[in-house]
């Protein structure tokens, strides 16, 4: 579809070597955008689609000066920044009532503060276009409901939902925000979260449609939130989850009905 041809358009995509940010880094390539991503070491092999691969630059989002950097490279290359997607995220278990101040404070950086970061220096760039841009933050259900063992990166997550919105207002009309909020998603490290095949098969047959989410999926949604068919839309989240969760109280209850 022509409103989906990203010829000429330049995407910054944080943590795109690996997992969903690998495969967002595809699906934008095979759209004809140019694609910069990065991580803190170099990968083996670099996400690619149609023979076009995408550039990287070494960087620990973590730090302020490193994303200025990522996003004068954009800048260096092309000459422009379209659209930016902080992807990079996520947190190990830690027991709230155990876990140290710098293992929290690392989680909160990671997850809030260096999206902020990055979405600062993208807007400095898009407001000088006649454009503008756009900046999608990949967020969580963790941020909207109790997010047991992992309590400071569901903090961060409901935290990066409430920055999208406040974005959205300030750095209107030039500059779209908007969220992808997504649920159980299942990725190449899906057993490190879920155990094996059969707990992945479990975990999958809680969700209303049947399956956990594919990184395909939350690459679809940022492809519309993109592109021109979301015009409208900024402050908003797209609840990708599945239909969500079935309450807890559902499988205790013995009341009985005619």
């Not at 260096?76 to 992807?87: A, P, Y």
């Not at 879920?194 to 975990?203: I, K, L, P, T």
């Not at 679809?220 to 109280?249: K, N, Q, T």
Request: with cysteine.
């Amino acid at each position: 579809m022509e409103s989906l041809d990203f010829s000429g358009k330049v995407v910054i995509i944080t943590g795109g070597t690996k997992g969903i940010g690998r495969v967002l880094c595809e699906r934008f390539l095979g759209l004809g955008a140019e694609v910069l991503t990065c991580g803190r070491n170099e990968p083996e092999s670099l996400p690619e689609s149609n023979g076009r691969v995408a550039a990287f630059v070494a960087c620990d989002i973590r730090d302020p000066e490193a994303v200025g950097a990522l996003v004068d490279e954009a800048e260096r290359r092309w000459g422009r920044l379209d659209v930016v997607i902080n992807n990079a995220g996520g947190s190990p278990n830690a027991d709230a009532a155990t876990a140290s101040p710098r293992f929290s404070e690392s989680i909160i950086r990671l997850n809030l503060l260096a999206p902020l970061h990055l979405a600062q220096r993208a807007n400095l760039t898009m407001q000088q276009q006649p454009e503008g841009g756009t900046i999608i933050n990949i967020a969580s259900v963790s941020g909207q409901r109790p997010s047991p063992g992992t309590a400071a990166y569901g903090a961060a997550k409901a935290g990066l939902l409430n920055l999208t919105q406040s974005l959205a207002v300030e750095w209107a009309p030039k500059v779209r925000v908007n969220a992808v909020t997504c649920g159980l998603i299942e990725t190449e490290q899906a057993e490190l979260h879920y155990g094996d095949a059969e707990g992945v098969a479990a975990v999958a047959n809680t969700v209303p449609l049947g399956r956990m989410g594919t990184p395909r999926d939350i690459a679809d949604a940022c492809v519309f939130l993109a592109s021109p068919y979301s015009s409208y839309m900024s402050g908003g989240s797209i609840l990708l989850h599945g239909g969500g969760e079935r309450p807890a109280f559902l499988e205790a209850a013995n009341a009985s009905h005619s």
